[in-house]
């Protein structure tokens, strides 16, 4: 698989910035953390860098999850679409027995981040691919995440919370909330950003 030209992934990260920046349907904590995210969010690139593709098994369900629908973030997807295939995509969760094959149908692909191409100590941006029928166990994490999804409906739970949320929408998981996502019939890509202690893994909460 050819290295990708770090340049070249720069101004596709600026179409989900844009998104960031127009922060639609979204609540007043949202709003908040996505402008922190952005004030640290350096898309520098160093002259030579590239991104490798890790050939993950989950990049299976690109296609589908890139399927094209009106006014579901089309510009997002075709920004990405040479390259989503080429990206960094890794499962990092230790194996589960009541989850066969999950580390197969599920990855993600930071592009900013502590061991990203774009390196930060400060936050994390990146995607989320999940196949269909995928359940992502409750988990948690020491830093503020949000979501924003890209495609599929799938139905995301945060505390005593469950709700189906739809292309378009904004997820916020505070700091050390368990929460979960359930997919469908299709497969769920969305975008993520985390702040706060970036360095520590998520973790499985049960």
């Not at 050939?55 to 510009?75: F, M, N, Y």
Request: net charge neutral; charged share 20%.
């Amino acid at each position: 698989m050819d290295a990708i030209p770090l340049s070249k992934i720069a101004e596709p990260i600026r179409s989900i910035r844009d998104h960031f920046e127009r922060r639609q349907r979204i609540d007043d904590a949202t709003g908040r953390e996505l402008r922190h995210v952005l004030r640290e969010l350096d898309l520098a690139t160093p002259g030579g860098a590239t991104v490798q593709g890790s050939g993950h098994s989950v990049i299976r369900h690109l296609e589908p999850a890139l399927a094209r629908r009106p006014g579901q973030l089309t510009d997002v997807i075709d920004a990405f679409r040479p390259f989503f295939a080429g990206l960094p995509w890794r499962y990092s969760y230790a194996s589960r027995a009541d989850a066969p094959g999950l580390e197969l149908n599920m990855g993600w692909a930071e592009l900013v981040g502590p061991v990203a191409p774009f390196r930060s100590d400060t936050v994390c941006l990146g995607f989320t691919l999940i196949g269909p029928r995928i359940n992502y166990p409750l988990h948690w994490h020491p830093a503020v995440e949000v979501y924003l999804v890209i495609n599929g409906t799938a139905i995301w739970t945060a505390g005593q919370q469950s709700a189906r949320r739809a292309p378009g929408e904004y997820i916020l998981h505070p700091s050390k909330v368990l929460h979960a996502m359930r997919t469908e019939e299709e497969p769920l890509l969305a975008v993520y950003t985390w702040s706060g202690d970036v360095n520590t893994l998520s973790a499985y909460g049960d």
